[in-house]
Each structure stands twice: as C-alpha cells, then as structure tokens.
C-alpha cells in the first residue's frame, strides 16, 4: 500500500478505532477476559493479538458489519459495524494502516492466510 493510503487509514483509525482499539493498537487490558457483559474487550491490532491471524476478506467485513455479524451464532460483541460510518476504501486504508504495524513475519503469515495457505 501506498503512503499515503496508510496515512489515511491512520487517520480513519485514530478517529474511528482508538478509542477501543487504542492509540498505538495495543487493545483493552486483559483482552482474553470477558467483561462483566460477558462480552470479550476490544482486542490489539498490534503483534501481539490475533487480528494477523485472519484473512483481509474476513477483516473488512468485521470492520464493515461488525463482529457478531461475521461470527454469528448469537455471540455478542461490542465491535460495531462501520457500514454507516466508513466506505469500502477507508475500511481498506484503516486495515493497510494496521497491517504496516506488525513485523514481516506477522505480515507474511496474513498474506499467506489470505492468499489460502
């Protein structure tokens, strides 16, 4: 991705996902935890969490229709869907942003998983 659509998604981040996601995407303390809810706290996109374990289709549409969406099966989740929020291509710029975060071997793990490897 270019520069400047990684500045993009910066900027979409910061504005639509830190909030939750955190400023430097290191997630909600003890996010392998569920809230009182019931419900699991926003996750980090950073090397540490798992979000580079997924494919980019499954990713945008997470980020698009929000978690429970995507998972189904009743789970109950706080991500939101951005349908409303976001077009396609800040959804792209917001998860080009993320992926320029995590190491090579993070990266090269989530091009093959979504490449089918």
């Known amino acids: 991705m270019s520069a400047e659509v990684i ?3 910066r900027q979409v981040y910061a504005d639509q996902c830190a909030a939750c ?3 430097d995407l290191e997630g909600q303390p ?3 935890s569920p809230l009182p809810s019931g419900r ?3 996750p980090p996109h950073d090397a540490s969490g798992h979000t580079w374990h997924h494919p980019d289709d499954m990713l945008f549409r997470i980020v698009k ?3 429970a969406a995507i998972v189904g099966g009743g789970y109950e989740s706080d991500m939101p869907a951005f349908a409303d929020v976001l077009g396609d291509p800040e ?3 917001v ?3 993320i992926k320029s975060s995590w190491p090579e071997r993070e990266r090269g793990y989530q091009q093959a998983v979504t490449r089918g490897e």
């Open 65 to 67: 229709k929000g978690t």
């Open 30 to 32: 003890d996010w392998r």
């Open 95 to 97: 998860l080009a942003y």
């Open 40 to 42: 699991l706290p926003a």
């Open 91 to 93: 959804i792209r710029a």
């Open 7 to 9: 500045a993009q998604g």
């Open 21 to 23: 996601h955190g400023a």
